[in-house]
């Protein structure tokens, strides 16, 4: 009894010290609980599906925003993960009736294949000719499925893949708490010793080069890891929509990816995450001016760029909140002293 | 012979688009994923004042270049100039600006296709291969503006601010030019010169709202070959990969829709080999 | 004798005003149509399905048991050229957000496939109305108790198009070996890079050389390129006289443009869906003069009673010749309609027994759907003459005509047909010397 009250104390005592602290983090913790109430309260199956759907891109741009924003490394051609990991999964799947629990992994690691195939010539390669570099690769994955119909299904695609629940329920819960554990456990990498390399990395690479670190391994680490969060996307992807198909390894995907991640916030994780969950409902909430919904899309990235040219995420985070410049610890804006140190805010 | 041929005239469509990329982006920074979507306005431009309005096509092609260039400069100064400093953000705002542009044509033109009459009509038969007169046109159009471009970046004070920018832009500052004006001059002439592509190229394709996508990924092959920044580079690079084409298209035929990955795939081994591509200037890192 | 009369008077303005005011209580049937509206196979399914439900709203509604229901039609754009995922989504939206008892539409295959997947899982009746990929009805007999509320309305599948195709370019070859006495047609295929096209010249290669034509080279260009002028020149080379189209996008503009313009020698037959629509001779310049591709609705050229009205109604409205997707006309007034009535409920699963026994009459032809070799339903539409066949048009001076089938007998034995208003081909004047 004294044991259990004890630790209710101290969840008490956590929520009330930690999280309610800071605006982000109250964010984020009502983000998960509401995710994770909404089919108790709403089942309609147009809301699951949209949910669902901004879950699978949720991943993916999470996992661009870990390759691009962290280390720098502007991947314009992220949709080559996407794509691998959706087809993979599918011919696994059909060729070899491996159910979706092992497919979806499986493309994962043949996305990370495709991280190493890209990572590799991209390291030499500085900035904007690294990002038109990767942009070639899905364009040339494209090219050759087309060129193997028997294998591929050239435009059709491969369809009849078997969801990973049958029930509407049950296939929320997964994608979203997959979501959910994903991109926590991205962010938890970015905040460890090994983030701290990839921002410094971004930052100046000579520098780490310089410090004994090899890059070259973190640099390709970062494209793996990259590819297996896409790949899992990917795979995700295709099993519920039951069809993998060049679609998904359109430019236009690898754009959009990259206008999630801009939008969100680079080297935030949270932001790309973000920036899907506004994104891609407004695009359907629009639906009833067909015409014109890609215009608006675009024209709420525009003025977004305009004032917020680092992202929405970061934007926010610098409205609500400052560092204290003696002990470095997040503070609400609206204190006028540390909540820790007790030095004055200003 | 129809390889060689063929292969002329889609560098200098190439050649064309892939200058005007470049030096934008050589002076400013820029990349301006825009760049084919003004080539599509102006295409779009020609057909609204040539087919709709019953204008000749001379004056249609100057006025549809001269808005273009307008268009470019307003876009420039209220959109790019402010977020300049964040490379990143300006790739999204031109594929932002590129989907507006795109939306836009498709709202007034409808997704149907349609297309222009050429500047000069007809043919004629050089060694057994039939070519149009307006593709011999976009060749001499070609070479007529790189020589133009040449001339004024070479003899010209305005052309060597321009290339003392491309250089260094911190020194050049220093030494009193003003690199924002610049950048909008250079804005400027860029966006000209997609104009003017899509003046003489548009007789010759089919127009639709995406019609800016396929040849931004051919012009971003030829551009990151030839190295960016070198306008040399991007002028020899875009005939290496028209050459490319034709040759897929003639030896290949079953394959001809390849001709875009083989282009892709020939760009990312020169890469390999020399990061900078063909005369690629290698930026030091600027701290 | 007033009493009565003053009684009378209110019983019957009662009555009078419980009229008027019923059809508002009346249910009306929700029909989603769904396609790429922003372009023209959209719109077709759009106006088809318009026109459809006007009509029968105009007589009263369906008959459905007791009660008289109209139809509402409700619209959603798939967006599926540009976005899979907008078209599960928008699909999905129809069923349970909107709540429509029937759909008809759908394009292209990749959407079709998904999104049949999820009219299924919903048990609502899908009537396709431009997807010719035979796997959409293999699924019916595969899986008949899943998918059996899938029906396929336009065009018949792939594999029959093909049939068609062929018929068509024997009838242009033997035109052409007459009148320009050559010894034997040589061929050029030229087809758009797509997966649906395979097939298509694989079992062309074969069946050419048997109907005593030459084969002299094969070219497939990108399906949206513009320029196709090193393409050309290298048909030319070949001295081929028939050049076989099979072409479903973009592409078909600028070959047939560009042929013209360099006056190639050699005519063009086959499938060019771009030369069917009204927009392709201002497209073209006026050089896509004397194509010929397959096509569904022509003025002029009548298949059936039901044709010419369907067509001149709906020229008179929307100003342009239907295509085959406005067959979603054909899918609520034609299929579902008198199955319904027939039925006397909204029940999906008798509505889908009764339709898919029944051979009826429709503007293009007659449809009878389609029993696999195992005696399975696939409620694909059966091909051949009396039945649908579609029709070979060729542009002739700025106007489509119907020149096929002309005395055309599909094997020994089958009935010669030649539909009404059918006109004889012409040959470019630029290949008779």
């Known amino acids: 009894m004294f044991t259990v009250g004890l630790h209710i104390k101290r969840i008490y005592t956590l929520i009330h010290e930690e999280v309610l602290v800071l605006p982000s983090r109250i964010i984020v913790a009502l983000f998960f609980l509401t995710l994770l109430a909404i089919p108790l309260v709403n089942q309609n199956p147009y809301l699951i599906r949209v949910i669902i759907l901004t879950s699978i891109f949720a991943i993916l741009a999470a996992s661009w925003d870990f390759l691009s924003g962290f280390t720098g490394q502007m991947n314009f051609g992220h949709a080559l993960f996407f794509g691998i990991g959706a087809y993979t999964s599918a011919l696994l799947n059909i060729h070899f009736h491996i159910p979706p629990w092992g497919c979806v992994p499986l493309g994962a690691a043949a996305a990370v294949l495709a991280g190493l195939l890209v990572g590799i010539p991209c390291l030499r390669l500085k900035r904007t000719y690294l990002a038109l570099t990767t942009l070639a690769f899905p364009i040339i994955l494209m090219g050759i499925v087309f060129a193997l119909p028997d294998l591929t299904g050239g435009e059709l695609g491969i369809s009849g893949l078997k969801r990973l629940s049958n029930s509407l329920v049950g296939n929320y819960y997964i994608h979203v708490v997959l979501m959910l554990t994903l991109c926590s456990l991205m962010w938890k990498i970015t905040d460890s010793h090994t983030g701290i390399i990839f921002h410094a990395i971004r930052e100046d690479e000579l520098a780490v080069k310089a410090s004994g670190i090899n890059t070259t391994r973190y640099k390709l680490l970062a494209f793996c890891l990259s590819g297996f969060f896409a790949g899992i996307a990917g795979g995700l992807y295709a099993h519920y929509m039951r069809i993998a198909g060049p679609s998904t390894l359109e430019v236009s995907m690898s754009f959009t990816v990259v206008i999630w991640g801009v939008f969100g916030g680079m080297a935030t994780i949270y932001g790309p995450v973000a920036a899907v969950f506004i994104l891609f409902p407004l695009l359907e909430f629009v639906r009833f001016w067909p015409e014109y919904r890609t215009l608006i899309f675009a024209a709420i990235v525009l003025m977004v760029l305009l004032y917020m040219p680092e992202g929405l995420a970061p934007w926010i985070r610098d409205k609500t909140e400052k560092e204290c410049p003696r002990c470095k610890v997040k503070n609400i804006a609206t204190r006028k002293t540390c909540r820790i140190c007790s030095a004055s805010l200003n | ?287 | 004798m007033k009493r009565m009369s003053w009684i009378a008077n209110v019983i019957i303005s009662a009555f009078l005003v419980i009229m008027m005011v019923f059809p508002v209580w009346a249910r009306t049937i929700k029909i989603g149509v769904i396609g790429p509206m922003n372009f023209v196979q959209g719109k077709g399914h759009w106006n088809g399905a318009l026109m459809g439900a006007e009509e029968i709203n105009a007589r009263g509604g369906i008959q459905v048991g007791k009660e008289k229901m109209k139809i509402e039609l409700v619209k959603a754009d798939s967006n599926e050229f540009l976005s899979l995922t907008d078209a599960t989504n928008a699909i999905e939206r129809l069923i349970t957000s909107d709540k429509v008892d029937f759909i008809v539409g759908g394009f292209r295959t990749e959407a079709v496939l998904a999104m049949q997947d999820i009219a299924m899982d919903y048990k609502k009746i899908f009537m396709s109305a431009g997807a010719a990929h035979p796997e959409l009805c293999t699924r019916v007999a595969k899986d008949y108790s899943r998918y059996k509320y899938f029906f396929r309305v336009t065009p018949f599948n792939s594999s029959y198009l093909v049939r068609t195709s062929f018929a068509h370019m024997g009838y242009v070859g033997a035109i052409l070996k007459k009148e320009l006495q050559l010894p034997t047609v040589k061929v050029a295929i030229v087809a758009e890079k797509a997966v649906w096209v395979d097939p298509m010249i694989t079992a062309a290669q074969s069946v050419i050389p048997k109907m005593g034509m030459q084969i002299v080279g094969t070219w497939r260009p990108s399906a949206v390129a513009t320029d196709v002028t090193a393409e050309l020149a290298a048909i030319q080379k070949s001295g081929a006289n028939l050049i076989f189209t099979i072409f479903s996008s973009s592409v078909g503009i600028p070959f047939a443009r560009q042929a013209g313009e360099l006056k190639i020698p050699a005519v063009q037959v086959g499938i060019n869906v771009e030369a069917q629509k009204n927009g392709f001779w201002e497209a073209t310049k006026g050089m896509g003069n004397y194509v010929f591709t397959t096509n569904t609705y022509v003025r002029g050229v009548e298949y059936n009673n039901l044709t010419a009205p369907f067509v001149e109604a709906y020229y008179k409205r929307f100003g342009e010749v239907p295509t085959y997707t406005a067959d979603t006309h054909t899918a609520i007034v034609e299929a579902l309609v008198p199955s319904i009535e027939a039925v006397g409920s909204l029940d999906a699963d008798k509505i889908v027994a009764h339709l898919e026994n029944r051979e009826y009459l429709v503007p293009s032809g007659k449809v009878k759907y389609e029993k696999d070799a195992q005696g399975r339903p696939t409620h694909d539409l059966t091909w051949g003459p009396g039945y649908l066949t579609s029709l070979g048009v060729q542009w002739q001076d700025g106007k489509l005509v119907g020149v096929w089938p002309n005395k055309w007998v599909a094997a020994p034995g089958t009935p010669e047909i030649t539909y009404k208003g059918i006109v004889p081909y012409k040959i470019p004047p630029w290949m008779k010397k």
């Open chain 2, 1 to 287: 012979m129809n390889i060689i041929i063929t292969g002329l005239i889609t560098g200098s469509m190439l050649a064309l688009l892939s200058i005007g990329f470049s030096l934008i982006f050589g002076v400013a920074r820029i990349v301006n994923i825009a760049h084919t979507a003004f080539y599509m306005i102006a295409g779009y431009g020609i057909y609204l004042l040539c087919v709709r309005l019953g204008m000749g096509p001379v004056p249609g092609m100057l006025i549809s270049i001269l808005s273009v260039t307008f268009l470019g400069l307003l876009a420039y100064t209220f959109l790019i100039d402010k977020i300049r400093e964040h490379e990143a953000a300006v790739l999204i705002a031109t594929i932002a600006l590129a989907m507006i542009f795109q939306e836009t044509m498709m709202l007034i033109f409808t997704g149907d296709y349609l297309t222009v009459s050429p500047l000069i009509e007809g043919y004629f038969s050089l060694f057994g291969v039939k070519i149009f007169n307006q593709q011999v046109l976009s060749f001499v159009v070609a070479l007529l503006l790189m020589a133009i471009l040449w001339m004024l970046l070479m003899k010209t004070r305005l052309g060597l601010a321009i290339r003392s920018i491309a250089e260094d832009r911190e020194v050049a500052n220093l030494m009193g030019m003003n690199d924002s004006r610049l950048a909008m001059i250079a804005m400027g002439i860029s966006v000209a010169l997609a104009g003017f592509t899509g003046a003489v190229i548009a007789p010759l394709m089919v127009l639709s709202p995406y019609m800016w996508m396929e040849p931004l990924i051919m012009m971003m092959a030829v551009v990151v070959l030839g190295g960016l920044g070198s306008i040399k580079g991007s002028f020899i690079a875009s005939y290496i990969l028209g050459f490319t084409e034709a040759l897929v298209v003639f030896m290949i035929p079953k394959g001809a829709f390849l001709k875009g990955s083989v282009a892709l795939i020939i760009m990312i081994v020169v890469l390999l080999l020399r990061p900078e591509g063909l005369f690629g200037v290698s930026f030091e890192e600027e701290r």
